[in-house]
């Protein structure tokens, strides 16, 4: 079975890069429609919100690269970052992790979440009363 997911900072990018293209695209429609002025300024208007849309998530990745953990992927040997507790490797998606305990335990997105570890922990206090 292939793992659906990739890595975190891979997707970011994907989707900032879909924006501005999806902004350009938006702006060359507007170009069609010269004879409707408010049209125009519409879409040109819509272009320049995906544009700006995308730079501020440009920025985002910035911020987040640097908190992401650098490793080398111990399955093709190249560095990568890692993002949260679990993430897949930038180059061949092989999943990484950076909790010991979570070692060897099959791939879920679920440990990323906050509410997961909270019920976790509820769980664990429930057992020793
Ligand atoms: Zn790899």
Same mark, same amino acid.
């Given at each position: 079975m292939k793992l659906k997911y990739s890595n975190k900072i891979n997707k970011i990018r994907t989707v900032a890069l879909a924006l501005i293209f999806a902004g350009m695209i938006i702006m060359y429609i507007g170009l069609l429609? &010269?004879?409707?002025e408010w049209v125009m300024v519409l879409f040109m208007f819509l272009g320049l919100i995906a544009i700006v849309l995308s730079t501020v998530i440009y920025f985002w990745i910035g911020l987040l690269s640097t908190r992401a953990v650098q490793v080398v992927c111990p399955e093709c040997e190249r560095p990568t970052k890692v993002l949260g507790r679990v993430d897949a490797c930038m180059f061949c998606k092989q999943p990484l992790t950076l909790d010991p305990n979570l070692e060897? !335990? !099959?791939?879920? !997105? &679920?440990?990323?979440s906050k509410k997961y570890w909270k019920e976790q922990e509820k769980k664990k206090n429930s057992n020793e009363d």
């Amino acid at each position: 079975m292939k793992l659906k997911y990739s890595n975190k900072i891979n997707k970011i990018r994907t989707v900032a890069l879909a924006l501005i293209f999806a902004g350009m695209i938006i702006m060359y429609i507007g170009l069609l429609f &010269k004879n409707y002025e408010w049209v125009m300024v519409l879409f040109m208007f819509l272009g320049l919100i995906a544009i700006v849309l995308s730079t501020v998530i440009y920025f985002w990745i910035g911020l987040l690269s640097t908190r992401a953990v650098q490793v080398v992927c111990p399955e093709c040997e190249r560095p990568t970052k890692v993002l949260g507790r679990v993430d897949a490797c930038m180059f061949c998606k092989q999943p990484l992790t950076l909790d010991p305990n979570l070692e060897g !335990e !099959e791939f879920d !997105e &679920k440990y990323n979440s906050k509410k997961y570890w909270k019920e976790q922990e509820k769980k664990k206090n429930s057992n020793e009363d």
